[in-house]
């Protein structure tokens, strides 16, 4: 996940490969409920890992369910065997439900039902959530459920139930409060409909209809078909009994599969694959946004479907404008807003009043944002139509503001599309977490453009100048990639001398194919491994640091590493520390930085830094060795130590890293296309 104070796009040109979207929160919790309360064992692929997941499966063990494995385990299945409808006479159990609206309502109800001696609680902000209408509702069943706390919230008592006074009288819920009370008692009642009908009535407009759907579909998988009359009454036939399907595969999320369906029919197709390939969702999902697919071809995309997945490419392009009422697709709809801006003409997307009632006034929002980007929009009370920038130079470079709304930080990343080849950036990106945590990796999986598009920062400068602290906090600050191009030569000095060759120009062609043939791995924490081992500590000593500067000076060592470093250069960016970064390895870089600081300085902080990771050093001791390597690295012939005609120079002899930290991102923030007034790293901490 990106924590930055923004995440800036680079142009993007292709996308191509497949993306497997995780399984969707309300879909994840109500199957685990079912099969608890299921005969038999359902094997469930694809389940959300999530808090609210988490509070689920917790409540279920508690309540005698058997779930293998015990948690979430990525690419594996989870099986829980169910209760097959009743809990054990005297079950009881105190459940902490944390902030899951998906687990507390439902289980209520269910508990209900069942009967036994449980305590409903979660975190405080879920004791201040109502639930009072499903409470009565279960009330007049006979069901016994007292409140611990505030009437009408929870935490909540359930006790032993007494069904005498049923009748076959409908069972009357509100619908136009949260759609969760609806979905608990159709959850529930199955239990309870053995030997009669029972009915459901809902009282007042029903909201929120395709959650129930999806509530219904999961049942029918379940062996329960509710008979639906128009939304107003649910009558769960006599003889009813939940059976476990044996398998069941979660399914994505279909409005976060928006983006990808949305990036399909946008790019161009990367050479070697055949458009985006979804894996999480298929066009018969149980999820009404699935119908953005048929709005999507409808303005050119081509797209194909199997069980659970997608794949999708540019069909028409330009793509071809459209007038449509997205009643139905609210979430989704905000993705087609942003194709418009590839569509030829003005769309027109009606009926979406909801929109301005969402996480931000997601009409206002969208309007402002797109017109950033130099679109013309026209905004009303519920619609609004866009007619995309007339030309490829009326394009703007836009910092989009996402209003802490996941959905419009996801859907302005297609923007980096532009046929400007403009950045985008996108501020706050942390907002997708809400959803989709990982979705910038995601799209970063499937998306390529050419190199030199991608931006490096480069950070060269002699031994113990700072450039390595530097980079690591620059590269941080902008969510880039960071390349420590000492580290390969450490780590051929270690390989080489392990391997009892003489660093000596005579072995420099078996050192490099050595060094060629081992296995590097840099792992997110900033650890090293060689073969698997971890070498972190090793190549950091100062021998190592003299190793590399001796094996550096072959050009032979130095040929061999260049595939390697350029490997580095990845979406969305990278910083890249070490000695001829930007004369050498990355010549066209935008920024390239030069450190310096006097060898009495460096000598310094490089015997704090020994000490404080618990190494010997001695000051005079490293005094010289700095002016040794200093002075090979920039006598010898292959790519000296020097700063590139272009560098910006940096003196770090005095200042503190944070300022020198400060003015590479000043520097890069003034060689950005966007406005002034845009977030900076400095201005947001
Ligand atoms: O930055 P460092 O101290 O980890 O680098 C170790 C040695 O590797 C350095 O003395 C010279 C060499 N080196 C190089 O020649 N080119 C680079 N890009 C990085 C390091």
Request: aromatic share 6%; proline share 5%.
């Amino acid at each position: 996940m990106f924590r930055t104070a923004f995440l800036d796009l680079p142009p993007l040109a292709t996308a191509g490969g497949t993306v497997h979207l995780p399984g969707s929160k309300s879909i994840s919790n109500r199957v685990l409920l079912l099969a608890a309360l299921s005969q038999g064992t359902t094997t469930i692929h694809d389940l959300l890992d999530s808090d609210d997941t988490r509070v689920m499966l917790a409540g279920l063990q508690q309540l005698g369910c058997r779930i293998q494995p015990a948690a979430v385990t990525p690419g594996q299945p989870i099986a829980v065997t169910g209760i097959g409808g009743q809990l054990p006479a005297g079950t009881a159990a105190t459940l902490f439900l944390g902030n899951a609206g998906t687990a507390m309502r439902p289980l209520t109800a269910a508990l209900a039902v069942l009967g036994g001696n449980f305590e409903m609680t979660g975190v405080p902000r879920m004791h201040e959530r109502p639930i009072g209408d499903l409470v009565d509702a279960l009330r007049q069943l006979g069901c016994s459920i007292d409140y611990l706390g505030n009437p009408g919230f929870p935490p909540l008592q359930i006790g032993q139930p007494d069904f005498s006074q049923l009748s076959t009288q409908a069972i009357p819920v509100r619908g136009d409060v949260s759609s969760q009370f609806l979905t608990a008692l159709l959850m529930a009642l199955p239990l309870l409909a053995t030997d009669r009908d029972i009915t459901i009535e809902v009282v007042g407009e029903l909201i929120s209809k395709p959650y129930i759907h999806i509530t219904l579909a999961l049942l029918a998988r379940f062996g329960i078909a509710v008979k639906n009359e128009d939304w107003q009454r649910f009558v769960i036939p006599a003889g009813s009994r939940y059976q476990s399907p044996g398998d069941i595969h979660v399914e994505a999320d279909a409005s976060s599969a928006s983006y990808f369906i949305a990036l399909g029919a946008i790019a161009a197709n990367t050479a070697g694959h055949n458009g985006v390939k979804i894996l999480g969702v298929g066009q018969d999902s149980i999820q009404g946004d699935i119908r953005f697919v048929e709005a999507t071809r409808s303005m050119g995309a081509q797209v194909d479907s199997g069980p659970n997945w997608l794949q999708v490419s540019r069909g028409a392009w330009p793509l071809k404008a459209i007038d449509l009422d997205c009643n139905h697709i609210p979430d989704a709809a905000m993705t087609l807003a942003v194709m418009a801006l590839y569509a030829e003409g003005t769309t027109r997307l009606t009926n979406i009043a909801s929109w301005r009632v969402k996480e931000t006034d997601r009409i206002a929002a969208m309007a402002t944002e797109l017109r950033k980007l130099g679109a013309t929009v026209e905004e009303g009370a519920d619609y609004i139509c866009i007619t995309p920038p007339a030309a490829a130079a009326a394009w703007k470079a836009g910092s989009i503001h996402t209003y802490d709304d996941h959905r419009v930080a996801m859907c302005f990343s297609l923007a980096a599309f532009n046929p400007a080849g403009l950045p985008v950036r996108i501020e706050d990106p942390q907002c997708v977490a809400k959803t989709f945590p990982d979705y910038f990796e995601a799209l970063f999986s499937v998306c390529d453009t050419a190199n030199a598009r991608i931006p490096v920062i480069c950070i060269d400068g002699t031994s113990g100048s700072g450039k390595g602290t530097i980079a690591a906090q620059v590269a941080e600050a902008l969510g880039y990639h960071l390349l420590d191009s000492g580290a390969l030569y450490r780590i051929t000095g270690l390989v080489a001398t392990r391997a009892g060759l003489a660093l000596e120009a005579a072995n420099a062609e078996r050192i490099a194919t050595l060094m060629a043939e081992q296995r590097l791995e840099f792992t997110a924490d900033q650890r090293v491994l060689v073969n698997g081992e971890d070498v972190s500590l090793a190549i950091r000593s100062e021998t190592a640091g003299m190793h590399a500067s001796q094996v550096s000076a072959f050009p032979a060592v130095r040929a061999a590493l260049v595939d390697m470093q350029h490997a580095f250069r990845a979406l969305p960016g990278l910083v890249a520390d070490g000695r001829d970064m930007g004369t050498e390895i990355f010549p066209d870089a935008p920024l390239k930085v030069y450190l310096t600081a006097s060898v009495q300085c460096r000598a310094e902080r490089r015997y704090k830094q020994l000490i404080s990771k618990g190494l010997s050093a001695n000051m005079d001791a490293l005094f010289a060795d700095l002016e040794a390597r200093d002075a090979r690295d920039t006598q010898r012939a292959a790519a000296p130590l020097k700063p590139a005609e272009d560098a910006m120079r940096l003196d770090n002899s005095c200042g503190t890293i944070d300022e020198a930290v400060q003015q590479v991102l000043n520097w890069w923030a003034q060689r950005q296309p966007f406005a002034q007034g845009a977030t900076t790293p400095g201005a947001s901490q």
